[in-house]
């Protein structure tokens, strides 16, 4: 499934399908992989172009050094879709993570983005919004500083990746909860947020992004995973209060709009609810034609 391009000197896993006026580019969240979006991938390449890609370092691609800064990443993507030829500008989807590489993106190559899909990004107001003890700056770990990985700490990730991959083909399925669950790849997303700090710093100083049709995506429930991390009271205040940013991003741009998906985690959105990542990109594809 997919194939390997050779983008700049480093192989990056991707596949496209589909055919349609505006590309559309999933770009995961951290320690995600491309494949985390075949269920959205294949409805939307229903009517449009789809594509989606491992970025170096994570899933299928080749191993690279993490952290990685936000031009690398962007400067990654711009090089991946001149190589293949996607043709701009493209409506780009982003989860967690990937929701603050997507604007950074639109920051540095305004004229390439036709619309976003923003699921539960990662943004600048952040801290903003929260109460002190969950501010970023507050519970940023140290970049070298891990989680013990223990037996235990697999099982429970292994019996949440497998709730929350239950609608994928098996083959599929079993494919992706052992590449998540891979010694070379569980730790990826700790690696590719340990400089979140930098990557908020990016975004706020980075320039003003285009005005393009906007949609966020947030969810309203507590996943077992998220909570070997914070208490559920903890999340509970997290997402009352992420919930208010993703309004206000929403609100500040000129065709944006917040949907939130109940029975959603922070987590689990792109693999359990394909229908409203795809429902969201047909409804930017036909406000950005308008436009």
């Known amino acids: 499934m997919g194939r390997i391009v050779q983008v700049g000197g480093t192989r990056l896993w991707m596949l496209e399908?589909?055919?349609?006026?505006?590309?559309?580019?999933?770009?995961?969240?951290?320690?995600?992989?491309?494949?985390?979006?075949?269920?959205?991938?294949?409805?939307?390449?229903?009517?449009?172009?789809?594509?989606?890609?491992?970025?170096?370092?994570?899933?299928?691609?080749?191993?690279?050094a993490l952290p990685r800064s936000t031009t690398e990443v962007t400067d990654e993507l711009r090089a991946l879709l001149s190589t293949i030829e996607l043709r701009s500008p493209h409506i780009l989807v982003g989860h967690s993570l990937g929701g603050a590489y997507v604007r950074r993106y639109a920051q540095r190559f305004p004229d390439e983005v036709a619309a976003m899909v923003l699921i539960e990004p990662l943004h600048e107001d952040w801290n903003a919004y929260m109460p002190e003890h969950l501010k970023i700056r507050?519970?940023?770990?140290?970049?070298?500083?891990?989680?013990?990985?223990?037996?235990?700490?697999?099982?429970?990730?292994?019996?949440?990746?497998?709730?929350?991959?239950?609608?994928?083909?098996?083959?599929?399925?079993?494919?992706?909860?052992?590449k998540h669950l891979s010694?070379?790849?569980?730790?990826?997303?700790?690696?590719?947020?340990?400089?979140?700090?930098?990557?908020?710093?990016?975004?706020?100083?980075?320039?003003a992004r285009p005005d393009v049709p906007l949609i966020v995506l947030s969810g309203t429930d507590i996943d077992a995973a998220q909570k070997v991390f914070a208490s559920e009271d903890q999340l509970r205040e997290q997402i009352a209060a992420s919930g208010r940013l993703f309004s206000e991003i929403a609100a500040k741009a000129s065709h944006g709009e917040h949907r939130l998906l109940p029975g959603t985690t922070h987590i689990n959105i792109p693999m359990v609810r394909p229908d409203a990542i795809a429902a969201a990109v047909q409804d930017l594809a036909t406000r950005a034609q308008e436009l």
């Open 17 to 64: 399908s589909g055919a349609g006026r505006h590309p559309v580019v999933f770009v995961p969240g951290a320690g995600g992989v491309g494949l985390d979006f075949f269920l959205a991938h294949e409805q939307v390449a229903s009517f449009a172009t789809s594509l989606i890609y491992d970025r170096a370092g994570t899933g299928w691609s080749a191993d690279l």
């Open 138 to 178: 507050a519970n940023a770990a140290p970049d070298d500083s891990l989680p013990e990985v223990t037996e235990d700490l697999v099982a429970h990730f292994r019996r949440s990746f497998t709730e929350t991959f239950s609608a994928f083909p098996r083959p599929l399925r079993d494919l992706l909860i052992d």
């Open 183 to 207: 010694p070379d790849r569980l730790l990826t997303g700790f690696r590719e947020g340990s400089n979140v700090l930098a990557i908020l710093d990016d975004l706020r100083v980075g320039g």
